[in-house]
């Protein structure tokens, strides 16, 4: 099994575990087609792939930038969708303009990718999503997220149904260690990651590489639909 032939579009794959996915598809014998809204990032990603390998912008909350990433693509067989603005928040002081939510930026991106999307796909190929533990452990300050993480859930399901035989799937990893946290200090971040290990039955963060495998293990298997797979190294009980 290998992707051989396959063009596989990964929006946000200039970094994480949409890049980790890239390099594994190429190492499978596809042709990748990364996009992100940075052309630096794009760029650096880019440096790192084969020759055959491609870059293009776009922003997943502007819809006429996504009409014209899938104008640009040629063929598609797999697409893999791991960008999303926005995050955790306190549910009082949300916005309720809801263009300002992770559930315009998570749910409403994905609406507007896919229905770009289903024109230019294989019919023999498939489109994998993203969630995260949040859908069914929930902490304080992810209301959003949950309530999107479970929106893109049932948005996958029921597309594998009306948009058969396209195949629709979601990975919902656990803790990764993907650039993802970046944003937090540095000692913080390592306290974050000692804390969810204890959690975690194989001790250990996950890596961009679990998702990748995952991933790829999806587009190549062609008996993979309307699945929430969860990649989180097992949970222990708190
Ligand atoms: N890492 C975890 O522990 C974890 C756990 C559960 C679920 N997730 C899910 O995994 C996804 C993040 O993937 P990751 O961990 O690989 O992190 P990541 O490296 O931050 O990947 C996200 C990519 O999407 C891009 N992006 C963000 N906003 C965009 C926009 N408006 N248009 C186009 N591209 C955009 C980012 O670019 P910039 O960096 O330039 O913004 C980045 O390249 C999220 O959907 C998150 O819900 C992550």
Redesign the pocket.
């Known amino acids: 099994m290998d992707l051989t032939n396959k063009t596989v579009l990964i ?2 794959g ?5 890049f980790a996915t890239a390099q594994l598809v190429e190492k499978l014998g596809g042709n990748t087609i990364i996009a ?3 052309e630096e ?1 794009n760029n650096k990603a880019l440096e790192q792939l084969s020759d055959a390998a491609d870059a293009f912008y ?4 502007d819809p006429k930038s996504i009409q014209k990433l899938f104008k640009n693509v040629k063929g598609v067989d797999h697409l893999f969708v ?4 926005g995050g955790t928040g306190d549910f009082v002081e949300a916005p309720l303009e809801i263009k300002e939510t992770y559930i315009y930026g ?1 749910f409403w991106s994905l609406f507007m990718i896919t229905k770009e999307a289903v024109k230019k796909i294989s019919k023999k190929g498939s489109i994998t999503f ?4 949040f859908t069914k452990n929930p902490i304080k300050g992810t209301v959003l997220v949950s309530a999107a993480f479970h929106a893109v859930e049932g948005f996958a399901k029921a597309l594998t149904v009306e948009m058969a035989p396209i195949r629709f799937n979601v990975i919902r ?4 260690d ?4 970046d944003f937090k200090e540095e000692k913080e971040r390592e306290k974050l990651f000692e804390e969810n290990k204890k959690q975690i039955a194989v001790n250990r963060i996950g890596r ?1 590489e679990d998702i990748a495998q995952m991933a790829t293990t999806i587009m190549m298997n062609s008996f993979i639909n309307g699945q929430v797979i969860e990649v989180n190294g097992g949970k222990l009980p708190t």
């Open positions: 929006i946000g200039a970094t994480g575990m949409g992100g809204h940075n990032k776009v922003d997943v909350v791991t960008a999303a603005p998570k993203i969630t995260g533990g990893p656990g803790f990764i993907s650039g993802f946290w961009s």
